[in-house]
């Protein structure tokens, strides 16, 4: 049940026996049906969680509109990070777009990580990096690419996991009416065969 979440945390450092342990204690097994939500927005946030299977989503609700700000997939980590690290109150939902297999820890479990485990800090930091990435390519497509820009960039970057997720949600993402994505996918599709 650990091996994923162990394994990933290997690639940043040699992970002694009682680094395992302490890994299991500090990490609850935990499911979600699709549509479930791992975080509400208004909810106080202390949890973050490894995702062993699925895909969950991160978006945020105004004037009744879903914007999808990003996805996170297998062995890859799920949290509100702003709130989480200020313990504050989360302003976005997390929610499954598929049945999700997890590993869910809360803050105090993160600290002792970075506290205990051989090069905890160094597993921190680097998860953090790879996020911090992540949302900030998606928030410099928002204001520099055109809508077709961005479904390129979608493609390129979550191409492994297009096909799961559906097509209005790629479109919330993009930023666009799933219809205006259905016309870019024919623009392209016109200029493949050409």
């Known amino acids: ?102 590993l869910v820890t809360n803050y105090e479990g993160i600290q002792r990580i970075y506290k205990e485990v051989t090069n905890g800090n160094l597993i921190g930091r680097l998860v953090m990096e790879h996020r911090f990435v992540i949302m900030m390519n998606q928030l410099l497509s928002i204001y520099m690419h055109t809508s077709e820009e961005r479904y390129h960039h979608f493609m390129e970057h979550y191409s492994n996991i297009a096909q799961r997720i559906p097509q209005y949600l790629i479109a919330s993402y993009i930023g666009i009416k799933p219809e205006s994505l259905s016309r870019i996918r024919n623009r392209m599709a016109k200029k493949n065969k050409a």
Request: hydrophobic share 35%; charged share 25%; glycine share 2%.
């Open 1 to 102: 049940m650990y091996t994923e979440l162990i394994n990933v945390f290997s690639q940043f450092t040699d992970l002694t026996p009682q680094d395992h342990q302490l890994i299991q204690e500090i990490f609850i097994p935990k499911t979600l049906k699709k549509k479930e939500y791992f975080l509400i927005e208004g909810q106080k946030n202390d949890k973050a969680a490894f995702i062993r299977k699925g895909l969950m989503r991160y978006y945020v609700l105004k004037n009744d509109e879903y914007s999808t700000l990003e996805f996170s997939q297998e062995l890859e980590f799920v949290a509100d990070f702003p709130s989480f690290v200020q313990r504050g109150v989360s302003k976005q939902y997390i929610q499954a777009v598929e049945d999700c297999e997890l």
